[in-house]
């Protein structure tokens, strides 16, 4: 059976720390796809505030056009209310067993996973394997995990992997697009264009 990796974020907007991140994963775990799926809105944040789910999207899609195996996902988008990842792993599990079903986090994501701060955690834990991206100012092992650890879950799906210093934040380059300073490099140039076209992220203080 293919493996494949998910990612969900809420992309406001998408960068290189997660592209970086998905293609180790992808290259490490032998994955035939990753696929990237923004949030029609977060469940820890407020609607207000996020960029609209159509412009997080379609940054996402001009970010994964060029890497035959990633792709764009509408699967949270297109359901109503806040996003939930069991949501979508439970209906990607129709089609996919959970060994073969990879969900990429960064450190602080698996953290708050393991802490139980996400919808029915214990549950979700046990319907995939994960890919902890160590992320810098936030390091991690499995140790450390399971210090935190109130899910029940023996942790033994959670696979950590190192990723080259990238202290890319998107709350950071929301930042700088407000203050005038550059993002290139930070994220591809279409997603730049992207933001400047439709004057994204002008009066960010978020
Ligand atoms: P924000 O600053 O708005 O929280 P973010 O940069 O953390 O944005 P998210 O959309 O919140 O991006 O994150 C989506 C997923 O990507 C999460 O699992 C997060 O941990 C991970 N992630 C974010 N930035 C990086 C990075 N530089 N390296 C590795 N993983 C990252
Ligand atoms: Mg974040």
């Known amino acids: 059976m293919a493996r494949i990796g998910v990612m969900g974020g809420t992309f406001d907007p998408i960068h290189y720390g997660h592209l970086v991140t998905a293609e180790e994963a992808r290259v490490q775990f032998g994955l035939s796809q990753v696929l990237f799926v923004p949030n029609h809105y977060p469940p820890h944040k407020t609607l207000d505030g996020v960029t609209p789910p159509e412009h997080r999207y ?99 799906n959670i696979h950590v992997i190192e990723i080259p210093a990238l202290a890319i934040s998107s709350t950071d380059i929301r930042r700088r697009v407000a203050e005038g300073r550059p993002i290139r490099y930070l994220v591809p140039e279409p997603v730049e264009t992207y933001i400047m076209k439709h004057e994204l992220y002008r009066g960010a203080g978020r």
């Open 58 to 156: 379609h940054m996402t899609l001009l970010a994964t056009v060029t890497n035959p195996s990633f792709a764009a996902s509408r699967i949270e988008i297109d359901r109503p209310g806040p996003s939930y990842s069991i949501d979508t792993i439970l209906e990607l599990r129709r089609a996919h067993q959970a060994g073969d079903l990879f969900y990429i986090t960064g450190a602080d994501a698996i953290l708050q996973i393991v802490r139980g701060a996400w919808e029915r955690a214990a549950e979700l834990l046990t319907l995939c394997q994960f890919i902890a991206a160590s992320r810098p100012g936030f390091p991690i092992d499995v140790d450390d995990l399971r210090k935190f650890n109130v899910t029940g879950n023996p942790l033994a």
